[in-house]
Each structure stands twice: as structure tokens, then as C-alpha cells.
Nanobody, 124 residues
Framework: QVRLVESGGGLVQAGVSLRLSCAAS????????MGWFRQAPGKEREFVAA????????YYADSVKGRVTISRDNAKNTVSLQMSSLKSEDTAVYYC?????????????????WGQGTQVAVSS
């Protein structure tokens, strides 16, 4: 079992930056590809970004490409999502996810484990 706990969400103004973090515990963190998903009110959960077990490969949704960077620290068992130039359409609950398979398993879904989510609200 892998436990994922997100943090860093909040209410921010459009145009600013925000960094989300996810702390993992329970299993060997470097065995898992990691990712971030989000779910806006009334919409389905969607993929945001993914990173391979070593951190050498990353994928991004077209909607966030260029504004978002995913990174991980295998020594600290954490994965982060740095978001810049936030827009109102980025408002959502952001979920951390872990997948035993490769990074494409995160992208294609579904991941093996989910966090509880952290709310990001962007005011315009």
C-alpha cells in the first residue's frame, strides 16, 4: 500500500505561481512512476503531468504544457508540481497518483494509488 498526501493548494490570483507537493509513504518510492491529475467542478478527472521512476522522463497535458513542471526527489519520497501563470481554468482539486508500471501507465491510467487531493482555486 502506498499512501500519498498532497499539500500546497489554496486560493490564489490569476497569474501567480503555486507549488504543490505530494509526500509518499508505505513502499519504495522509486519503484513508482508518479503523476498529477485534476478534477474541476462538474468535470471528469484529467491527467496533468507524469514523471518516470528515475525522474528522467516527463509528460504533460497540452493544457498545461509550458506552465507546469513536475519533479521528484526519491531521497525525500516527494513529487512536486510547480505551476506558473495560473488561470481560472486551473481551478480544480489536484490529485497525486502512483503507478507501479512505467510513466505511460500514469498517463494512460488508471494509476494504482491516489491521494486525497488538494484544492486549488484561481480567482481572475
Amino acid at each position: 500500500q502506498v499512501r500519498l498526501v498532497e499539500s500546497g493548494g489554496g486560493l490564489v490570483q490569476a497569474g501567480v505561481s503555486l507549488r504543490l507537493s505530494c509526500a509518499a509513504s508505505g513502499r519504495t518510492f522509486s519503484d513508482y512512476a508518479m503523476g498529477w491529475f485534476r478534477q474541476a467542478p462538474g468535470k471528469e478527472r484529467e491527467f496533468v503531468a507524469a514523471i518516470s521512476r528515475s525522474g528522467g522522463i516527463t509528460y504533460y497535458a497540452d493544457s498545461v504544457k509550458g506552465r507546469v513542471t513536475i519533479s521528484r526527489d526519491n531521497a525525500k519520497n516527494t513529487v512536486s508540481l510547480q505551476m506558473s501563470s495560473l488561470k481560472s481554468e486551473d481551478t480544480a482539486v489536484y490529485y497525486c497518483a502512483a503507478a507501479m508500471g512505467g510513466v505511460r501507465t500514469v498517463v494512460a491510467g488508471p494509476p494504482d494509488y491516489w491521494g486525497q487531493g488538494t484544492q486549488v482555486a484561481v480567482s481572475s
